[in-house]
Structure formats: C-alpha cells, structure tokens
Nanobody, 121 residues
Framework: QVHLVESGGGQVQAGGSLRLSCVAS????????MNWYRQPPGKQRELVAS???????NYADSVKDRFTISSDVARSTVTLQMNNLKPEDTAVYYC???????????????WGQGTQVTVSS
C-alpha cells in the first residue's frame, strides 16, 4: 500500500499560479503511474495529468500548456505546476498512485486526501 499526502493548495486570482506536491510513502517501488485528478464542485472527478515511468506525461485538453506534471523518484514526490489558472480550475485536487504488485501481478490504486484549489475571477 502507498500513503499519499498532498500539499500546496490554496486560493489565487485568475492568471495566477500554484504548485501542488504529493509525497508518497510505503510500497513506492511498486508505483508505475502517478496521477493528479480533480473534482470541481457538483461534478465528477476527472483526470488532470499523469506521469508514467517518471517521464511519460499526459494531460487533459483543458490544462495543456498551462499545467506541468513532474516527479522526483528519489524523493517519491510528484508535483503539479499550475500556471495561468482559471476559475474553472477550482476543485479539490487528488493525488493517485497506480501500482503493480504480486505475484500474481495485480493493479492497485491509492489516493491522497485531496487539497482545495480555489481560483477567483
């Protein structure tokens, strides 16, 4: 199992920046992909960005060219740099770790507790 702790959320005006961090502990060697999800008020949770193998990244269309995901494997940390924030980015942001453990190989997921990001216009 992996324990995840997010930090860095807060309130910012539109156009501003925030940097979210997620520190993983526990079975970190089993992690294959780290994700950032978000859940806006009254909406479903959605995938924002992912990083696999510490290098391969993917982004939701809504955040491309504004958000950057990166990881520090040695420190078991993944960060999400968010620039040019918009009011529609307001949400609770969650860190997610996908792991492969076994044998037999099986996929597991763990979640952080979430951190609130509020962007005012």
């Amino acid at each position: 199992q992996v324990h995840l702790v997010e930090s860095g959320g807060g309130q910012v005006q539109a156009g501003g920046s925030l940097r979210l961090s997620c520190v993983a502990s526990g079975s970190t060697l089993s992690i294959v992909t780290m994700n950032w999800y978000r859940q806006p008020p009254g909406k479903q949770r959605e995938l924002v960005a992912s990083i696999t193998g510490g290098r391969s990244t993917n982004y939701a269309d809504s955040v491309k060219d504004r958000f950057t995901i990166s990881s520090d494997v040695a420190r078991s940390t993944v960060t999400l740099q968010m620039n040019n924030l918009k009011p529609e980015d307001t949400a609770v942001y969650y860190c997610n770790a996908v792991q492969i453990r076994g044998p037999p190989a099986h996929e597991y997921e763990d979640w952080g507790q979430g951190t609130q990001v509020t962007v005012s216009s």
